[in-house]
């Protein structure tokens, strides 16, 4: 099974401060997203990137920069921290190809103050 | 821009129920569908996927798809207190492997 992992887990940041996620996986995917998931909203797509070096804004990007430097490394990026990204954080990977499924890692609990 | 849509928002039922989760979609060519399941305090993992009209059955769970309606559901025979979870459903339009997923719909299942 593919394995995501994400740090930190959990994240107390200050208003207007720089805040970089984390994510790595291990099996080789082509594809890695970042999503953020608020009660009522179900997961929205923010970034997403098809290989290392490409970066792809999704459906909510404002606010957020990603950087992919190599296959297995994904970053967000909240350059100017807000209250209104208070959320929780999902990365995942998927291969690509004929294949659509998705591997989300354990989430990380962002909380701005 | 696709619209994925799911319904009920929540749902108590029995244990030992037949559970029934909905999902409408916006985009006639959306070419895969799939449902996920996230436990409290979890990760989404897929559960099940279909690609064309029809229907799906792996063990208690069974997927349903109509892509003239829009619709395709998510089948629970013999509901378990293990399967409360929310339950996310995801569409990719043709061309893309992004998925567009649905606001979630909250099942407990009660012993």
């Known amino acids: 099974e593919a394995a995501v992992t994400q740090s930190p887990r959990n994240k107390v940041a200050v208003t207007g401060g720089k805040v970089t996620l984390s994510c790595n996986q291990t099996n080789n995917h082509n594809n890695m997203y970042w999503y953020r998931q608020d009660t009522g909203h179900g997961l929205r797509l923010i970034h997403y990137?098809?290989?290392?070096?490409?970066?792809e804004k999704g459906d909510i990007p404002d606010g957020y920069k990603a950087s992919r430097p190599s296959q297995e490394n994904f970053s967000l990026i909240l350059e100017l921290a807000t209250p209104s990204q208070t959320s929780v954080y999902f990365c995942a990977s998927g291969l690509g190809g004929s294949s659509y499924e998705q591997y989300f890692g354990p989430g990380t609990r962002l909380t701005v103050l | 821009q696709q619209k994925v849509q799911q319904s009920p928002e929540s749902l108590i039922v029995p244990e030992g129920a037949m559970t029934s989760l909905n999902c409408t979609f916006s985009d006639s060519a959306s070419q895969y569908f799939a449902w996920y399941r996230q436990h409290s305090g979890k990760a989404p993992k897929a559960l099940m996927s279909i690609f064309s009209n029809g229907e799906k059955e792996e063990g208690r769970f069974t997927i349903h798809l109509n892509k003239a309606s829009l619709h395709f559901s998510l089948h629970i025979r013999d509901s378990q207190p293990s399967d409360s979870a929310l339950y996310l459903c995801?569409?990719?339009?043709?061309?893309?492997?992004?998925?567009?997923f649905g606001s979630g719909t909250q099942l407990t299942v009660m012993p």
């Open positions: 990137s098809y290989g290392a070096g490409s970066t």
């Open positions: 995801a569409v990719a339009s043709s061309g893309s492997w992004q998925l567009i």
